[in-house]
């Protein structure tokens, strides 16, 4: 890796469990983990994981609302900083099927961001935010909007952004911050 302060020692995927939300917007980062990693997951207590060389890849199986609780034991566990931890989550403040990768910054009203932060006491930590854009109707409630599926007109945008975040992924696990937001503008 180009910039050793980009040591990552965790990828975790915001998503809920259960079948019921498994294609909705909020799920989004389950979708990349489970794209990226492609094999089976152990499970241990609220926590899926596997590893994959120095790599953890997790997805809290708490709600969303609560995945701070056991990506906070698992990082506790394991010794690793929340510097090392990189959270693949849903964003409403970007369009469908853009990424943004970045270090750092606020949780912009999500929830799973919200417990992340309170639970690892800090807000120091790599996040790949993967947009699936705001509701068309002004008062549709934000949180109705995110436990939504995906439209079928929405779904090439949905894989498109998904395989881009794979290659993504891989790219930064080996390169680091810089130089993969300057091949993936």
């Known amino acids: 890796m180009n910039d050793s302060s980009d040591s990552i ?10 079948s019921k939300y498994s294609s909705t ?7 990349l983990l489970d794209l990226f ?22 997805k809290p199986l708490s709600f969303m609302n609560l995945s701070g609780e056991p990506l ?19 964003e409403i403040d970007i369009s469908l099927g853009e990424i943004r990768l970045k270090k750092g910054g606020g949780t912009a009203g999500h929830n799973g961001l ?6 690892l006491g800090t807000k120091e930590f790599y996040r790949m935010r993967l947009g699936v854009g705001k509701p068309q ?6 949180s109705d909007w995110v436990l939504q599926k995906f439209a079928s007109d ?11 975040g794979k290659e993504m992924l891989t790219y930064f696990l080996k390169e680091g911050l810089k130089e993969t937001q300057k091949r993936f503008r």
């Open 72 to 90: 906070r034991e698992f990082t506790r566990f394991y010794k690793i900083k929340a510097e090392e931890v990189l959270v693949v989550h849903d």
């Open 114 to 119: 919200k417990s992340i932060v309170e639970n």
């Open 154 to 164: 929405e779904e090439d945008k949905l894989s498109e952004m998904l395989y881009e």
């Open 25 to 31: 917007r909020h799920n989004a980062g389950f979708m």
């Open 137 to 142: 109707e002004k008062r549709m409630d934000v």
């Open 37 to 58: 990693v492609n094999d089976e997951w152990s499970e241990k207590k609220e926590l899926a994981f596997i590893k994959k060389g120095d790599v953890f890849f997790v």
């Open 9 to 18: 020692k965790v990828v975790a995927g915001l998503g809920n469990p259960g």
